[in-house]
């Protein structure tokens, strides 16, 4: 059965998401251990995202990437975050930009995405 789109989110955006929110509160100066408390998952998570051996399947550019440095600076500056409203903002703008079209094209055998795309009502594509 084709998975749900909030379980390919789930599964593909949100770790790269976390991974890369992670890399730039540490290169920001932050530490490991803060950053995961901030964040909400283990420093050994938080380990594996900084050196790249977890949550770098996608790469991120454009709108998504400002979104995502942004959240990090705000973070960084304040100390904290309301991590839900940040990284559910994020996915606004990673459905906005037809990223779901692409982990669709990806993950989906069917050949006519937009006319037959399950992800049509979470996305832009369409």
Do not use: W
């Amino acid at each position: 059965m084709p998975k749900q789109p909030c379980e390919i989110i789930v599964l593909h955006v949100l770790p790269s998401v976390r991974a890369q929110i992670s890399k730039d509160l540490v290169e920001m100066g932050m530490s490991q251990q803060k950053v995961s408390e901030i964040i909400g998952i283990t420093p050994a998570a938080i380990s594996q995202y900084v050196s790249g051996k977890r949550g770098y399947e996608m790469e991120f550019k454009g709108e998504v990437r400002e979104k995502i440095q942004d959240f990090a600076q705000q973070t960084y500056n304040q100390g904290e975050a309301d991590v839900l409203q940040g990284v559910c903002s994020i996915c606004d703008v990673v459905k906005e930009n037809g990223v779901l079209c692409d982990l669709y094209e990806k993950y989906e055998e069917q050949t006519n995405k937009c006319s037959s795309c399950k992800f049509r009502t979470v996305c832009s594509c369409g």
